[in-house]
Structure formats: structure tokens, C-alpha cells
């Protein structure tokens, strides 16, 4: 009985230390990819501010990326969907060739000023990186798919420095809305160690302060909940609408580099001629400003329709924070109908929008 008691317990403590080992590998992979990917972002947003001009290669770019993914992609195209598929029914391993396609393609929308996101290339990139380490290392089907969820926790980690949302996320991506409990060590110590990783390469993330949470009592939580509604519809609003135009252009452009080129040529027109600079790229500013000042509606219209357009027609970045930007007026209309601060309400918009869009944690159907 003693000696059975030790054996589990030496099991045990070889599980734990498999796992640390395996997912410290997956997040000192997946964090050096963020922040390399991060610093590029800086570099292209820093030069496209400095050469406004450049939005009108934005079509051109657009077929390149395009083009690319019609030529080597065609296995990769799914992104986010592929890595979901491998853990849910592992086949082969999912290509490298990932990486160097949607962090290339992500930084190009960004430099030329297409309207889009980070998080989806941090995610494709660890988890692609992190089933490269299970072919190095012949890991079964059973580990593989933990070792694949590891590394989506990893890459959203590391890009966004959330390592508890990251681990959520990881956890969540195969059931929406169950968790996967195998993979709890797993995810929870990449995320942690990506983040940190990232730190040490000199990444620093934007943060979003709140002077004061007011305390709990039936009418902000009622109001909470409500707006929760309300975020949620905008996150579903952006989800449903990038999804039809989407379908649309490919009923109607067989041709598949020609759809960013078309959509490229859009944004950039409404972006020269109407001066919108402001609601390309990742929109960070627009969202440290929230916290300062109320947004009118017509900031969310623009961010709306020019995320469209950057997604459905076929640019890499997908967005999720950025649609926390069509809920900041609703935030202000909810401020000046309940007793609690202005920031809380802006924060709060934060959270809903990411689970109102498909396959992302937390979100119910």
C-alpha cells in the first residue's frame, strides 16, 4: 500500500515535470514569435504614420498577400480553423510555412493600412510552432492536441501580456464553452512563461487603467449585465457582418487575389479622402482615448466598416479588442444612465467582445 503510494506520487511529479518541460518549450517558441511579430507591428505602424501615402499601395499589397496564400497557403488558409481541427481530430502536422505566411501577410496590412488585428496571427503562430516541437519529439495524438492548445495559449498570451486570459483561451478553443482539464498545466504555464518571455525581449503591452471599481450592489450589477448585452451584440454585429461580406466576395471574385486588391482600394480611398487614418491599423490610440474622453457613434461606423472591408476582402489579422471600439458609445450612453464611473464603463466593453466572436473562449451558443 505504502509503495503504491509512492508510485502514484512519482507518477505524478514525472507528469508535472513532462509538462512544465514541454510547455516552457512551446512558450519560449511562441513568446520570441510575438515579440519579434510586435516590434515589426511598431516599425510598420511608425512608418505608415510618417508616410500617409502609403495606403495607396494597400491594394497592391493586397494582391501580393493573396497571391502568396493562393500559391503556398492553400493548406494554411484556414488559420485559426486548421488548429482547432488538428486538436479536435489530429491528421498531420499543421506547416510551418504558417508562420512566415500570416506574420508577413499581418505586418504588410498593417504597414499599408488595412484595418486589422494581431491576435489571430500570435495564436497561429504558436500553435504552429508548437506542433513543429511534437514532430521533433514523435509526441502521441493525445499530446499533441494539448501541445497544440499550449501553444494557442502561449501566442495569445504573449501577445496581448494577459497569461490568464491566454490560458482560458487555450483551454476553451476545442468545446466552446467546456474546458479541457488535461490541459490545464499545460496551458497555464505556457501562457505564464510567454508572457514572461516576452517581457525579456523587451515587449511592453498598453494598459488601461481604472482609478476606482464601484462596489458590488444590485444596480451595477444589473447594469453590467445589460451592457454585457449590448458589447456582446456589437462583437456579433462586426462577426456576422465581416462573415457576409466575406461569402460575398467569394460568390462573386473567383479570383482570389483579387478580392484584398479590391478591398485595398476601397479602404484606401475612404481612408485618403475622407482622412480616417485614425481608424486603420491596430487602433490602440483610439482606445486609450476612450478612457479619457467619450467617443461619438460615428467612430464606431468608421472602425465597423473599415474592419470589413480589411477582413472580409481578404487581409490577415483577425480582431477582437478592435471590436470593443463599436461598443465604446454604448459604454457612454450606460455611463450617463448609471452611478458608475465613465473608465468602468469603457473597461467593461473590453470583455464582452471577445466571446461574441465565433470560437472564442467564454463564448456560449
Given amino acids: 500500500m505504502k509503495f503504491s503510494l509512492y508510485s502514484e506520487q512519482i507518477e505524478l511529479l514525472l507528469h508535472l515535470a513532462k509538462w512544465a518541460l514541454l510547455a516552457s518549450a512551446v512558450a519560449v517558441l511562441a513568446g520570441t514569435a510575438s515579440a519579434f511579430f510586435l516590434f515589426a507591428l511598431d516599425w ?6 510618417a508616410r500617409r501615402e502609403l495606403v495607396w499601395l494597400l491594394p497592391v499589397a493586397g494582391f501580393v498577400v493573396g497571391w502568396f496564400y493562393l500559391r503556398f497557403g492553400h493548406e ?22 504558417m508562420v512566415p505566411l500570416v506574420l508577413g501577410g499581418t505586418v504588410m496590412s498593417h504597414l499599408f493600412g488595412a484595418s486589422v488585428g494581431r491576435e489571430g496571427t500570435a495564436v497561429q503562430m504558436g500553435g504552429t510552432l508548437a506542433d513543429q516541437v511534437t514532430r521533433w519529439l514523435g509526441l502521441d495524438r493525445t499530446d499533441r492536441s494539448i501541445m497544440l492548445m499550449a501553444g494557442i495559449s ?16 487555450g483551454l476553451e478553443v476545442l468545446a466552446i464553452g467546456k474546458l479541457r482539464y488535461d490541459a490545464l498545466l499545460a496551458c497555464t504555464v505556457a501562457a505564464i512563461v510567454a508572457d514572461q518571455v516576452g517581457q525579456r525581449w523587451g515587449v511592453r503591452h498598453t494598459h488601461y487603467a481604472i482609478a476606482t471599481i464601484p462596489p458590488i450592489s444590485l444596480w451595477p450589477l444589473l447594469g453590467v449585465g445589460l451592457a454585457g448585452i449590448a458589447f456582446g451584440l456589437a462583437g456579433k454585429v462586426f462577426a456576422d457582418t465581416t462573415h457576409w461580406l466575406g461569402g460575398w466576395m467569394k460568390r462573386h471574385i473567383a479570383y482570389a487575389p483579387c478580392r484584398p486588391l479590391l478591398g485595398g482600394l476601397i479602404v484606401a ?8 487614418d485614425r481608424y486603420i491599423g491596430l487602433g490602440i490610440p483610439t482606445i486609450v482615448e476612450a478612457f479619457r474622453q467619450p467617443l461619438h457613434w460615428h467612430d464606431s461606423a468608421a472602425k465597423l466598416g473599415l474592419t470589413v472591408l480589411s ?5 490577415k489579422g483577425v480582431k477582437s479588442r478592435r471590436c470593443s471600439i463599436l461598443a465604446r458609445p454604448w459604454a457612454m450612453r450606460w455611463h450617463r444612465c448609471c452611478i458608475c464611473r465613465f473608465r468602468y464603463w469603457q ?19
Avoid: M, Q
Wanted: net charge positive; aromatic share 8%.
Fill in 76 to 97: 494554411v488558409e484556414a488559420g485559426n480553423n486548421l488548429l482547432i481541427d488538428e486538436i479536435h481530430d489530429p491528421r498531420k502536422i499543421v506547416p510551418l510555412r
Fill in 347 to 365: 473597461a467593461s466593453a473590453l470583455l464582452p467582445c471577445l466571446p461574441a466572436r465565433p470560437i472564442h473562449p467564454l463564448h456560449r451558443r
Fill in 311 to 315: 477582413l472580409g476582402s481578404g487581409f
Fill in 154 to 169: 502561449a501566442g495569445f498570451a504573449s501577445v496581448f501580456g494577459t497569461p490568464l486570459a491566454g490560458a482560458v483561451f
Fill in 269 to 276: 480611398s475612404i481612408v485618403w479622402f475622407a482622412g480616417a
Fill in 44 to 49: 510598420a505602424t511608425a512608418t505608415r504614420n
